[in-house]
């Protein structure tokens, strides 16, 4: 598979013993990959996963691939992200995943259910991630809803945190054209139901709060983009 899937864009597992996961996970670290640039999905259901094998795939395993965006992940062991968190909030060199990661799906592990009731270190630790990696837009939550913070981060994730957050339409050097932003703000809401599992009751469920994040966010930079002209386009 190494040397003769230069294509591969899925790779699934699937009830794996937990020995069988460690020598898979070896692979993927230490192997020579011919599809490392064309692989977008990583999944391991039901295969053990559980703290430090997450945190193995999260630090050396995810960033060996440039053009991935799904790492699905049910019902495996995941407690804690807490070490995950402490090690990306330390790095300031280069980061642990592709710019084109979106979904971390965990669902049916414990974290997500300790979040949800209430648990203060997981969640803290969560919403740290997805304030570092602001390209996660969906955990996968199939049977039920997030906390209320978790699902505000992924909303603002999913509109555009990333935008935000790097200064677009702020007057630098790489404003976004007020034309544009009709299509983000669009996209901000009709599909915003993709921060949750298509099999959950949650889904096909429009919000808005990635729209109100936005405006209020860039909405003073983009009237002033299109009164003097700074933005590459004028506001209609």
């Known amino acids: 598979m190494a040397e003769r899937l230069p294509n591969l864009e899925t790779l699934e597992f699937i009830c794996m013993e937990a020995i069988q996961v460690d020598h898979i996970l070896d692979a993927l670290c230490n192997l020579d990959l011919c599809f490392a640039h064309s692989l977008k999905r990583i999944v391991l259901n039901n295969c053990n996963i559980d703290n430090n094998r997450f945190g193995k795939l999260f630090t050396e395993v995810l960033p060996r691939f440039e053009n991935l965006s799904d790492l699905i992940l049910w019902m495996n062991s995941i407690t804690d992200v807490q070490n995950i968190a402490n090690r990306i909030a330390n790095n300031r060199r280069t980061p642990f995943v592709p710019e084109t990661f979106r979904t971390l799906d965990i669902s049916d592990n414990p974290i997500l259910e300790k979040m949800k009731a209430g648990a203060s270190k997981e ?30 981060a992924l909303l603002i994730n999913h509109a555009g945190r990333r935008i935000v957050e790097a200064g677009y339409g702020n007057y630098d050097d790489r404003p976004l054209p007020v034309s544009v932003w009709p299509k983000i703000l669009e996209r901000a809401y009709e599909t915003s139901d993709r921060i949750y599992n298509e099999d959950s009751s949650h889904g096909e469920t429009k919000n808005a709060t990635g729209i109100f994040y936005l405006l209020r966010e860039m909405g003073p930079a983009l009237i002033g983009c299109a009164t003097y002209g700074r933005c590459g386009s004028t506001l209609v």
């Open 123 to 152: 969640k803290a630790a969560f919403l740290s991630i997805l304030k570092k990696i602001n390209s996660i837009d969906s955990l996968g939550c199939k049977r039920t809803g997030y906390s209320p913070d978790i699902e505000y």
